[in-house]
């Protein structure tokens, strides 16, 4: 794979060709925050717009981006940092995010940006709006008051038969995940956790398998997200 | 120089932030030699007697008198500082905003299953009128620093204080913000 230059924050960074940008900044020991996207990941999603930089001056979502040649690129700065963090914000503000009594409280990755972010608190007024929750799947809980609309569920997680269990209904604000109630029914134990792991939040979770880790013992308290930087 | 004072209060909450504070354990020794508290329910004085520097809210506003206390608070302290989830964001009492309120209270007066027949809605002008949903504290009057977490641990308290006390601006450690 042929290498390029790109320039981050005024330095010069020796990068592969044609790979996604925060792929490549990860390996330069510049941890871009990610929501929707993952490390290994295929295909972005670029949902969630939490990686927001700016590649020659514009706004850009990273994980939507390839290197190219002489790319410069903004990601440290003030303004960006404020940026993602009010991104953040308005996802709290949007759904009910009411941390003490979650399920996912200390795996969950919305939950860890805001405290790398050090929010404390969000500058948006918040919204209480009323999502429905369906506790009618034989495995599955959906909790829509945390739903980021992320789309890691609809797009990246399929069944043991390779079928898709779970897809967006309405449009805009009135979008809400749903799941395919027959195959959902013959999820294994094993496919279940891992949707649960896949959402971000707390939207997906496994029938009576909550609060299963005690306080210290959670994903983000052993592996907190600054550690990586 | 004077000792500082605090007053503190529990609007809309469990009291959980104010076992927090207490939580800073052998450092309230060192607390009680800088300040001293005046409106509180650790000290049991229902109003202001003096100007107050620092006011720690606890909870958020769920009904008129949260809202005639907090706007005193306001008046009455130099800095407030939003302790805790409930003041932040509403908190666990704010699962009712997405209710009516005719609905939320039906549901609790007469329609809970260990109800045996009941069916009035407690009213009363010696009753606070609850407000229609309820509202973090910073959306009623301006707060300076917010302490998030369910509740803030007594190291998060200690560290504001002993910041605002020293004349900086308060900064919670990474790994000491929480929100549950």
């Known amino acids: 794979m042929s290498k390029i230059d790109i320039t981050v924050d005024g330095v010069k960074f020796s990068v592969p060709e044609n790979i996604n940008l925060v792929e490549a900044l990860s390996h330069q020991g510049i941890q871009v925050p990610t929501l929707c996207w993952y490390q290994g990941m295929d295909e972005c999603l670029g949902t969630c717009r939490v990686c927001t930089v700016k590649v020659g001056g514009r706004h850009s979502a990273a994980c939507t981006m390839k290197t190219q040649k002489d790319m410069t690129i903004e990601f440290d700065t003030d303004e960006l940092k404020d940026l993602r963090r009010g991104v953040i914000e308005l996802l709290f503000v949007e759904g009910n995010h009411y941390c003490p009594s979650c399920e996912k409280s200390g795996d969950c990755l919305l939950q860890a940006q805001a405290q790398d972010m050090e929010m404390t608190h969000s500058r948006f007024p918040y919204e209480f709006n009323n999502y429905d929750l369906d506790f009618s799947g034989k495995n599955i809980l959906l909790e829509r008051n945390r739903c980021v609309h992320c789309k890691r569920c609809t797009e990246l997680f399929s069944d043991d038969e390779g079928h898709k269990v779970f897809s967006f209904i309405g449009k805009g604000a009135e979008t809400r995940v749903v799941f395919d109630h027959e195959r959902e029914k013959k999820l294994s134990p094993h496919k279940a956790k891992e949707a649960m792991d896949l959402c971000p939040v707390g939207a997906i979770l496994v029938k009576g398998q909550g609060f299963s880790k005690p306080y210290g013992e959670r994903k983000y308290e052993k592996e907190p997200l600054w550690e990586k930087k | ?180």
């Open chain 2, 1 to 180: 120089m004077g000792k500082k004072v605090i007053s503190t209060v529990s609007l809309a909450g469990c009291f959980g932030c104010h076992m927090s504070v207490l939580d800073i354990d052998l450092k309230l020794l060192d607390l009680v030699e800088l300040v001293e508290f005046n409106r509180s329910p650790l000290t049991d004085i229902k109003t202001f007697t003096k100007k107050v520097d620092i006011g720690l809210i606890e909870g958020g506003c769920c009904n008129a008198e949260n809202v005639e206390v907090l706007r005193e608070f306001r008046k009455n302290c130099d800095i407030l500082i939003s302790l805790g989830e409930c003041a932040v964001m509403g908190g666990l009492p704010a699962l009712r905003n997405h209710l009516s309120l005719e609905e939320c209270l039906e549901e609790a007066y007469c329609n809970v299953p260990t109800n045996k027949g009941n069916k009035i809605i407690p009213k009363h002008e010696d009753l606070p009128e609850l407000l229609d949903r309820v509202y973090p504290c910073h959306e009623v009057v301006k707060i300076d620093y917010f302490l998030p977490g369910c509740p803030p641990s007594g190291d998060v308290i200690w560290s504001a204080l002993a910041a605002l006390l020293n004349g900086d601006e308060p900064k919670i450690a990474k790994h000491l913000i929480k929100y549950d």
